[in-house]
């Protein structure tokens, strides 16, 4: 069973930046397509990015493009999503998922395994 453990939300002002981490354990990391999804109060969860399994390709929601950088470090069973210049409109639980199939994907139903969120809050 593998299991994702997010860490690195808090509350920061508009502008600033913060770096997500999800640590996997459990499985074969290096084998999974991993993404990044967030969810607001009252609104579904979307999609964020998502990065393949070696790391080369990376796919960006067009609302966080040029602002987020998702990073993978296979040695380390460790995904990173580094979030700059943020906005309130950012402010969401913020949720990293493994996916076993080779491609990704911007479907959380897509998505085999799910860590249990970190609280992100931006403040204007």
């Known amino acids: 069973q593998v299991q994702l453990v997010e860490s690195g939300g808090g509350l920061v002002q508009a502008g600033g930046s913060l770096r997500l981490s999800c640590a996997a354990s459990?499985?074969?990391?290096?084998?999974?397509?991993m993404g990044w999804f967030r969810q607001a109060p009252g609104k579904e969860r979307e999609f964020v990015a998502y990065?393949?399994?070696?790391?080369?390709?990376?796919y960006y929601a067009d609302s966080v493009k040029g602002r987020f950088t998702i990073s993978r470090d296979n040695a380390k069973n460790t995904v990173y999503l580094q979030m700059n210049s943020l906005k309130p409109e950012d402010t969401a639980s913020y949720y990293c998922?493994?996916?076993?199939?080779?491609?990704?994907?911007?479907?959380?139903?897509?998505?085999?395994?799910w860590g249990q969120g970190t609280q992100v809050t931006v403040s204007s």
């Open positions: 998922a493994a996916r076993t199939r080779a491609w990704g994907s911007r479907s959380p139903n897509e998505y085999d395994y």
């Open positions: 459990g499985g074969t990391f290096s084998t999974y397509t």
């Open positions: 990065i393949i399994r070696s790391g080369v390709n990376t």
